[in-house]
């Protein structure tokens, strides 16, 4: 696969957060209808927003769980979750971009706390759910704030991001593909000059080709419209 900036770069990936923040929270600001339906099924832009904000603080918790040893989870269950979402649905437009906002500042302060010995603390997202570790948390949050931008669908695309985070998004979905058996093999090839193999035999496979944020939006959100191939492989839904 192509080069990428490194994951355990925090400083680079902190400064994006704080950027990508910036821009989003603008951008909803800028917004004068925030029920209208996102790119994410089921869900307005009100919707988005309150995740951003409850996801902010979940972080947060994951960060005492990894420097602190609290033993808290990101979420006490998955209806928790979705419940607190549904809750802050419908309230003031200024005030659902205010906690965007301002549950950016402690999440930007906890993630600094997190060191090289935290990198492997296991974390769990529910009690006795999915995994990961305290590492891939600033990682996390960028994906967070630039993908669920896109979602807002006020004219912020993957073509929007940097070309060094574009190839670490990208990097990131082959590997959620890669890790799941049954996985097709993949060739891509970017506008750029990128080359991508996933699999073991990839020999003969009809490449897919377009640009970075063409090829991104296709893995991150199944949109094809920017990639072109004689047979576009299906995709899994990742780890």
Known sequence: MAGARSLTNVTDLLAAIDEHTARLVSDARACDDLSAPSLCE??????????????????????GAAVDGTGETMYASPERRDSEIDDGVGRDPEVVVGEVEQSAVPLAEALRRLGPEHRDVVLERTPGGPTFK??????????????????LDLGFGFDDVEGDLQVLFLENELKRQQGVEGAPPLVLRSDEGDTWRVGDDTDGVPPVTGS????LTWLARQDPSG???EALPELTAGL
């Open 227 to 229: 990639v072109r191939a």
């Open 42 to 63: 089921g869900w307005t832009r009100d919707h988005v927003l309150n995740h951003l904000a409850r996801n902010a603080e979940a972080l947060v918790r994951l960060v």
């Open 212 to 215: 970075r944020a063409g090829i």
């Open 134 to 151: 305290g590492g891939m948390l600033p990682f996390m949050r960028l994906r967070e704030v630039v993908y669920h931008h896109v979602d």
